[in-house]
């Protein structure tokens, strides 16, 4: 719902959607600047996308608690949520590079490419879903 007289940037700001690929867009483009700056520095592509994706993460629960869901829920209930959500994102983005680069040879930034699509959009409906669930029962908008 657009706020009256807000504007197209506001009407946008205002649609869960548009936060969340905001938020998403930006861990996303840290994961990827992360890991591309780690295999850069000599740390094979399976750690660098680890320690990336871990990173990314901690801005990633931020930005989704307080921006794209507007939770008020208590943190000793999301969390731990968040963080189930966020290992198997991370048994993913630890698998991928494993097995495209480190089996059959393919460039790290293949790995890296395919977590920043398949991550992002299974996190949209699992987030709202069961981790924030309770901002949407609190009015969020």
């Known amino acids: 719902m657009r706020p009256a007289g807000g504007g197209l940037i506001d009407g946008l700001w205002s649609l869960r959607l548009s936060r969340f690929a905001a938020i998403g867009a930006s861990a996303t483009l840290l994961y990827a600047g992360l890991a591309l700056a780690f295999t850069g520095l000599g740390i094979a592509a399976t750690g660098a996308s680890v320690l990336a994706f871990l990173l990314a993460a901690v ?7 307080y921006v794209t869901f507007v939770s008020g829920g208590r943190h000793a209930f999301e969390l731990p949520r968040f963080l189930v959500v966020s290992a198997a994102g991370l048994a993913v983005v630890s698998v991928m590079p494993a097995v495209l680069t480190d089996m059959l040879g393919l460039p790290a930034a293949v ?3 395919l977590a920043c699509i398949v991550i992002p959009a299974v996190n949209y409906v699992v987030l709202g879903r069961w981790v924030f669930a309770g901002a ?3 009015g969020a908008p």
């Not at 801005?59 to 608690?65: D, N, P």
């Open 136 to 138: 949407e029962k609190n």
């Open 59 to 65: 801005f990633s629960y931020g930005g989704h608690k």
């Open 111 to 113: 790995p890296i490419l």
